[in-house]
């Protein structure tokens, strides 16, 4: 590392002028959505600055046990969050419950793949590297499950008769939910694959630019950078089957019949 | 022979009546009394409490997919899945005769689904629950779109049907084409199957 050029309080002042501007025209054009984007911009340094404090000190200690924690609550947010983004979800806690169940799995196996393997930073679970790696996973995974439910769910409701049509013959509830399946994974699918190829040519990612202005050097950061990308796909892939095989069990029963009743009606 | 017993659930009370294999039995009573719940009740679409049998068999002795292939049912407005009508036919050569009968052309193969009219979109349903060679069939206002002549082809191939062995139970609003189709009759009113009258 070469160093980097730290930033001070008034560094950040000055970069808030622009937040204010963008106050002041919304005022200016009635646009109305000021006190969002003031409260918005607050939000993020808050929770940012709260995130610097937890970070210092887990990195400060080391420990599984925190470390797990913070992985545990960050599951949990994206759970909620996930949740949050569909139409129609699943009635009860069952939304909730396989969503945050399959980011679970994926982002978690995915994040341990490539600790105890690429990475391998002593011990395994280092905060410095298991934090920050799970919340990217965790992110995307998170976009591709929220993505494939909503599909999933709205797609079950809309092409109920065709579904039904097909039980009607005599098909399995997977082979009559199959269009509707694969449809989901393909939505959950779509972001990953246009980022990856986005990357490069249209867009830097957020983590190789903060690299290089940290002081490394381009191309130690394009092989994290490449290597974030391969993992990400990863953990939305896992996420994604298991959250849609799964929403899609609870949307049937063992008589293989569609239980639209299960789903939250709006 | 199809037995069922103390079928309920929500929208209908309690039905219960069989059907011999061979015979069609026509199913009568005002719109939104409990008919199509009854018929999807039967085919075990829907979660419902009581009995049904097929010669002695519970349906609850094998999976919802084999009792579905067993009792085939129509819908009145039959659902799409792909975009091709042929799409939806395991043999499309083996349908030919049927579609022959019941006035569709071989190219119906090729037509997207926004082709067919109401009329021919039932016909088409028809054939492709024929097609699972069923034991019963549960037939939901199958000629309420159809003109006379396709009318007297459905009536002629199902009584041909029943005359080979197969049940029906046939939901109609059409007083005469129940006399024609059915010797026994099923009344629901209110979610209650509330009489059964036979003909002579």
Known sequence: MTGYIALSAADLALGSLLVLANALLSLALHLGVHRRLLIAAVRMVVQLSLMGVVLTTLFSHVSPLWTGLAALMMILFAGREATARQDRPLAGWWSFGLGTASMTLAASLVTIFALTTALGPDPWYDPRYAIPLLGMILGNTMTGVALGLHSLTNGVALRRSAVEARLMLGASRFEALGPVIRDSLRSALMPVINSMAATGVVSLPGMMTGQILGGVAPMEAVKYQILIMFLISGGTGLGAVAAVLGSARRLTDSRHRLRLDRLTSR | ?200
């Open chain 2, 1 to 200: 022979m199809l037995t069922v017993s103390h079928l309920k659930r929500p929208g209908l009370v309690d039905a219960s009546f069989s059907l011999s294999l061979g015979e069609c039995v026509a199913v009568r009573g005002p719109s939104g009394a409990g008919k199509s719940l009854l018929l999807r009740a039967i085919a075990d679409l829907d979660p419902s409490d009581g009995e049904v049998s097929l010669e002695g068999c519970p349906r609850n002795s094998m999976s919802g997919p084999q009792w579905r292939q067993l009792v085939g049912y129509l819908p009145a407005e039959p659902g799409w899945w792909a975009d091709r009508v042929g799409q939806h036919f395991r043999d499309w050569a083996a349908a030919k005769p049927l579609l022959d009968r019941l006035g569709l052309p071989d190219e119906a193969r090729d037509w997207p689904l926004t082709r067919p009219s109401t009329g021919e979109r039932i016909r088409l349903a028809l054939i492709r629950a024929l097609a699972n060679d069923p034991k019963v069939l549960l037939l939901d206002e199958p000629t309420a779109a159809l003109d006379a002549v396709a009318v007297a082809a459905v009536e002629a191939l199902m009584a041909e049907r029943v005359a080979a062995g197969l049940a029906v139970l046939w939901v109609t609003h059409d007083a005469a084409q129940g006399e024609r189709v059915a010797r026994r009759f099923l009344r629901i009113e209110a979610g209650q199957v509330v009489n059964e009258e036979c003909r002579a």
